[in-house]
């Protein structure tokens, strides 16, 4: 069983940053790929970035490549999601979840932390 905890949303003005934090609570869980996803009112869930359980390999959202930053500390099993020039179209829920992979389908997920941003 994996567990995921998020952090680090709030509300924040345009243009401003966050960095969200995902704590993974298992003994394996430098097995897993870790993924954000954003989920706005009314919209599916996206894929916004993933990153494989060494580091190396990391995946964006088309949109997203030059604003979103993930990385992770397998020391302290976490992985994060820095947002910079943040839009109010970035207002969501951010999920991280676990999968065998970047692309893979999850596995397991957290339970979302929301992110406001004003205009």
């Known amino acids: 069983q994996v567990q995921l905890v998020e952090s680090g949303g709030g509300l924040v003005q345009a243009g401003g940053s966050l960095r969200l934090s995902c704590a993974v609570s298992?003994?394996?869980?430098?097995?897993?790929?870790i993924q954000w996803f954003c989920q706005a009112p009314g919209k599916e869930r996206d894929l916004v970035a993933a990153?494989?359980?060494?580091?190396?390999?990391?995946y964006y959202g088309n949109s997203k490549k030059d604003r979103f930053t993930i990385s992770r500390d397998n020391a302290k099993n976490t992985v994060y999601l820095q947002i910079n020039s943040l839009k109010p179209e970035d207002t969501a829920v951010y999920y991280c979840?676990?999968?065998?992979?970047?692309?893979?389908?999850?596995?397991?997920w957290g339970q979302g932390t929301q992110v406001t941003v004003s205009s």
């Open positions: 990153i494989s359980w060494n580091g190396i390999m990391k």
């Open positions: 298992t003994r394996t869980a430098n097995n897993y790929a």
């Open positions: 979840a676990a999968a065998g992979t970047t692309r893979a389908s999850p596995d397991y």
